[in-house]
């Protein structure tokens, strides 16, 4: 019954590859989210999407996309994948913005 | 924007209270988040608490809010081992994206 899921949880890939990352949240809630973590932790968004509306991080790179077949589920694909885009990437979900947000357990993507 | 402060470690002895602090620059953030972040895990919500709040508490947990200096603070009771981890402050207002601090690695010595 885990709440919000992501797989897979680690992902090593070589660079200029292009993968996806999927999350599917089971709280019923409105508003799912992408944050990269770097090696020392920092934590950045990098996507909000509540109700269809995608909210982006101007700083995101547009080699990554958000995909939201449903409600439910926030895929994220990367496109030619770069060294600097190693880190732990984590979806969250929450009832609405400024809602407290509950996390997935983390894919470490690593680019070599 | 909004920038959220923390310092980045803190060590104490097991059986200590540990107080964790957080600064944060938007007068207008009402709603304030404390998440703990175990190794190769996700974050875990711990506590809020919201801006017409001084104070609350649950069980170890203490938060206090001090609006006037923009200074939230988590006091973790009878620290244990078990509470070694990442903190992490998060503020937000309503219809906003959270805005996390850098983190606090809290490391608990026996």
């Known amino acids: 019954d885990t709440a919000v899921s992501q797989t897979p949880k680690y992902l090593v890939t070589q660079m200029g590859n292009d993968k996806s990352i999927k999350c599917e949240q089971n709280?019923?809630?409105?508003?799912m989210y992408w944050y990269k973590q770097d090696s020392k932790k920092f934590l950045k968004i990098m996507f909000s999407?509540?109700?269809?509306?995608?909210?982006i991080n101007e700083t995101v790179p547009n080699r990554f996309s958000p995909k939201s077949p449903d409600k439910a589920h926030l895929n994220l694909h990367i496109n030619s994948l770069e060294l600097g885009d190693s880190a732990v990437y984590f979806c969250?979900?929450?009832?609405?913005?400024?809602?407290?947000?509950?996390f997935g357990p983390g894919t470490r993507l690593t680019v070599t | 924007g909004e920038d959220v402060e923390q310092s980045l470690f803190l060590s104490v002895r097991e059986g200590d209270s540990s107080v964790i602090n957080c600064t944060y620059t938007?007068?207008?953030?009402?709603?304030l988040y404390w998440y703990k972040q175990e190794p190769g895990a996700g974050l875990q919500l711990l506590t809020y608490?919201?801006?017409?709040?001084d104070m609350k508490q649950d069980q170890r947990l203490t938060v206090l809010l001090n609006k006037k200096d923009k200074h939230l603070s988590l006091r973790i009771a009878d620290t244990q081992t078990g509470d070694s981890a990442i903190y992490f402050c998060?503020?937000?207002?309503?219809?906003?994206?959270?805005?996390f601090g850098p983190g606090t690695r809290l490391s608990v010595l026996p």
């Open positions: 608490i919201f801006s017409n709040m």
């Open positions: 709280l019923g809630h409105d508003t």
């Open positions: 969250a979900s929450s009832q609405a913005l400024a809602y407290e947000q509950y």
């Open positions: 938007d007068s207008s953030s009402t709603y």
């Open positions: 999407y509540n109700n269809k509306e995608l909210i």
């Open positions: 998060a503020v937000t207002t309503s219809g906003q994206n959270f805005v």
